[in-house]
């Protein structure tokens, strides 16, 4: 992987095998609960609904690991019943294996998360065969999404970036603390004028915060700077 690459990518899988091995759990899980939550109307299990919830809180730190295995549980039953007795032409059977991997054993388990989203949305875009050209589209352009994903969770790996504590002002942190709860980052432009009040002068902070095409989630690693996650 080289910096031109990472930036790049038009499938998740070669910058997900970088990131193992180096990147945080948190960070991981984080991406996978992002594409679940972009193919949600198309898991249609409470059950997998819940799981996916309850790991985002667990790598909040508000859900404890008795509640994480509980709900694992409860989506690994899901995802078994739906794989035997369900057409692999309908979108439910990725999205629900999809989420059953959220919190399954192993950081590899990202990948099947990234794989599954995307057939899942692939698959939703018409009745007929799940593999005709305009569905093989759709795989990619959601593939392309996951890879903002990753790039919003994940600084330039090629980068270093010196953020000072110094910029993390009271409204810096609240306008993060806010769109992180929310889940709305409608306000990153007005972050990275916080941020600018406060002193930074990073341009790959910044322009993260205003690029208008990129897309924000929790984890995102400029508002996790602010907030002191990892």
């Known amino acids: ?44 299990n409470d059950g997998s609904r819940n799981s996916i919830e309850t790991e985002e809180r667990f790598q909040d730190g508000s859900a404890s690991s008795a509640e994480r295995s509980a709900a694992r549980a409860v989506a690994q039953t899901a995802c078994r019943i739906v794989s035997s007795c369900n057409s692999y032409r309908e979108p439910r059977v990725f999205a629900i294996r999809a989420a059953y991997h959220v919190s399954s054993k192993g950081r590899v388990a990202v990948r099947h998360i990234a794989d599954n989203a995307a057939r899942a949305r692939a698959v939703s875009t018409g009745p007929t065969d799940p593999w005709k050209i305009y569905k093989r589209a759709a795989l990619h352009d959601e593939m392309l999404e996951q890879c903002g994903l990753l790039r919003d ?5 090629f980068r270093t970036v010196s953020f000072s504590p110094d910029w993390c002002t009271s409204t810096a942190v609240a306008l993060a603390a806010q769109m992180y709860e929310s889940r709305d980052f409608g306000a990153m432009p007005i972050l990275a ?36 996650r990892e």
């Not at 193919?39 to 249609?44: F, N």
Request: aromatic fraction near 8%; include cysteine.
């Open 193 to 228: 004028d916080a941020l600018q009040d406060a002193g930074c002068d990073n341009a790959d902070v910044l322009d993260h915060c205003r690029d208008a095409n990129v897309p924000h989630v929790r984890g995102c690693w400029v508002a996790d700077l602010v907030l002191g």
């Open 153 to 157: 969770i994940f600084e330039n790996p």
């Open 1 to 44: 992987m080289t910096e031109a690459k990472w930036l790049a990518c038009v499938e998740p899988e070669p910058m997900l095998e970088f990131l193992l091995g180096r990147a945080s759990d948190r960070k991981l899980r984080l991406f996978g609960v992002a594409c679940c939550r972009r193919i949600w109307s198309l898991i249609s």
